[in-house]
């Protein structure tokens, strides 16, 4: 076959974007998703495969800023919109994008590209690793209970509609920003992204409700939803769907677990992503009816490791020297000195002997602080050198929350 990879240009839109839906399973995005998917689309950041005047790849980044531990937030390429129409799959399609974009990811000089993946082992191959995990919860509400903590019963609760209290829940949004790894910093345009609320995406279920919680008139919490009514020889056996939950402090968020918990005519409440460390798993009174599973969520890569490793802080001291390998990126191959504690860091390149070898996908999964060296090296994946090395770097690199990224993109 003869292809052709370039730059997407914005009159294309449409048609690049059609292919991706075919490539997904060929059902079309409502106009309102279509819409913001357009608006958000960075084009110059955007390419594709052609044959024959038809798209047959696609690729696309977001400009991010992510936060690390230590706090900073790290400029990162969010890849997304990847797809290889099913005709040409295994002819070099994928990794043919895959490379033109992590050259260009190291031309603008981001030290991290970030995806979430329809299929955890795609990326592997071209050094992302799995660096946050979440949960998913169905929690039997007639089973369990919330154990509230102290000052809950202070805490105001209204509904409001989702449009209007979409810039109090974006402002307590930002506000949360930093106190996790992996969290993204939305640029303009990125607040509707919650508000999206196509009828084919709710189960059945109710358009979206939001309920605020409120102490002294501000705004301290917020969670939004949707309702699911059924009903079974028994009686009502209705569900909620949690989209969105976040609180100020306990007794704001315990409050909006409680009031989840008590709906009328409901028995059950599932929510999708919540961060693996979540304290809603303290409050719930039997853990048991909870019905909690883990899988992965935001895969990192490591683009320039020096840059990377400089820009985050580490929890202990640590001076250690990695033997990285990077066959897909081979200027990250080599030796890295990298030394810091929790007021900064320095890597660079060293002759020196090495103290642990890896390759840079276990890099990028243990960043953000959610995966530790120790579990990898478990798994063959990490090699230590020196004796004493690998605890000392894997302590170090752990973050004392949990890395969670909250929406996908």
């Given amino acids: 076959m003869t292809t052709e ?15 991706l839906e075919l490539a997904f399973g060929g059902v079309p995005e409502s106009p309102p998703e279509r819409e913001l998917w357009n608006e958000l689309t960075e084009c110059e950041r955007s390419i594709g495969v052609l044959d024959g005047g038809d798209w047959v790849g696609t690729a696309g980044a977001f400009s991010f800023r992510v936060s690390v531990p230590g706090g900073a937030f790290v400029p990162a390429a969010g890849v997304t919109m990847v797809s290889v129409a099913a005709t040409h799959r295994r002819r070099g399609v994928l990794t043919s994008m895959m490379r033109r974009q992590l050259d260009d990811v190291r031309a603008l000089g981001e030290p991290l590209a970030l995806l979430t993946a329809s299929e955890p082992e795609i990326y592997g191959r071209f050094g992302y690793g799995i660096a946050t995990h979440q949960l998913s919860l169905e929690i039997d509400t007639v089973r369990a209970r919330i154990t509230a903590p102290p000052g809950t019963d202070d805490v105001r609760l209204r509904f409001a509609p989702a449009a209007d209290s979409a810039e109090a829940c974006e402002a307590l949004y930002r506000s949360t920003l930093g106190s996790r790894p992996g969290m993204l910093a939305r640029t303009p345009g990125w607040e509707r992204l919650p508000l999206l ?15 605020l919680a409120e102490r002294d008139g501000e705004v301290v919490g917020y969670v939004r939803f949707h309702n699911k009514p059924e009903w079974d020889a028994s009686g009502p056996n209705g569900s909620l769907l949690v989209r969105d939950i976040d609180a100020l402090d306990p007794a704001a968020y315990a409050a909006l677990w409680r009031f989840l918990f008590g709906v009328d005519l409901t028995s059950r409440v599932r929510a999708r992503n919540r ?4 304290p809603l798993l303290h409050l719930v009174s039997d853990i048991r009816r909870c019905d909690v599973r883990v899988r992965d969520s935001l895969h990192a890569r ?10 985050r802080t580490y929890r202990t001291p640590v001076d250690v020297v990695f033997e990285v390998e990077d066959a897909f990126c081979p200027w990250n191959e080599g030796r890295w ?25 276990e890099l990028g999964a243990a960043y953000l602080g959610g995966v530790t060296l120790s579990s990898l090296a478990g798994a063959g994946r990490v090699r230590e050198l020196r004796g004493g090395a690998l ?3 894997s302590t170090a690199f ?3 929350v949990a890395p969670w990224l909250p929406h996908g993109f």
Avoid: I
């Fill in 337 to 361: 000195r990298l030394a810091g504690d929790a007021q900064g860091a320095s890597c660079e390149r060293t002759a020196g002997p090495a103290d642990l070898s890896l390759d840079v996908r």
């Fill in 197 to 211: 609320d196509p009828p084919a995406r709710r189960e059945g279920a109710s358009a979206m409700q939001c309920v």
């Fill in 302 to 311: 490591l683009v320039d490791v020096g840059a990377a490793l400089e820009a």
């Fill in 275 to 278: 961060p693996v460390d979540d």
């Fill in 391 to 393: 605890a000392e770097a």
């Fill in 398 to 400: 752990a973050s004392d």
């Fill in 5 to 19: 990879l370039r730059v997407l240009r914005r009159e294309e839109w449409d048609r690049w974007y059609g292919k």
